[in-house]
């Protein structure tokens, strides 16, 4: 059973930065994807970023280009989302999740499984 951990979230002042972790475990495909997915109050969720575990290839939506930074550790089985230049607008529930086929896309019924979620509030 796959298993997607998120933790790192909390409250952060704008122009600041924080870093979301992602521990993932019980894969039992030898490549997968990972995406961080964020849903504001009031709004549907939508794709931040995607990374495949087969060749470390990387997306972004447009609203976060040159701010955020997806990265993995295979070793330790978790992604990372550095996320710099925090907007009020970035205040949203940020979830990870997997796609088992590492499609490389930021479609959410690509992906399989899905963590807990974690807060994620910028203000002054």
Same mark, same amino acid.
């Given at each position: 059973? =796959? *298993?997607? =951990?998120?933790?790192? /979230?909390?409250?952060? *002042? ?5 870093? @979301? ?10 490549? #997968?994807?990972?995406? $961080?997915?964020?849903?504001?109050? /009031? ?11 087969? %060749? ?5 939506? &447009? !609203?976060?280009? /040159? ?5 993995? &550790? %295979? ?24 796609? @088992? ?9 690509? #992906?399989?499984? $899905?963590? *807990?979620?974690? *807060? =994620?509030? =910028?203000? !002054?």
């Amino acid at each position: 059973q =796959v *298993q997607l =951990v998120e933790s790192g /979230g909390g409250l952060v *002042q704008p122009g600041g930065s924080l870093r @979301l972790s992602c521990a993932a475990s019980g894969f039992t495909e030898d490549y #997968y994807g990972i995406g $961080w997915f964020r849903q504001a109050p /009031g709004k549907e969720r939508e794709g931040v970023s995607c990374i495949s575990s087969i %060749d470390g290839r990387t997306d972004y939506a &447009d !609203s976060v280009k /040159g701010r955020f930074t997806i990265s993995m &550790d %295979d070793a330790k089985n978790t992604v990372y989302l550095e996320m710099n230049s925090l907007k009020a607008e970035d205040t949203a529930v940020y979830y990870c999740a997997a796609d @088992l086929h590492s499609t490389g896309l930021l479609i959410e019924g690509l #992906y399989n499984y $899905w963590g *807990q979620g974690t *807060q =994620v509030t =910028v203000s !002054s």
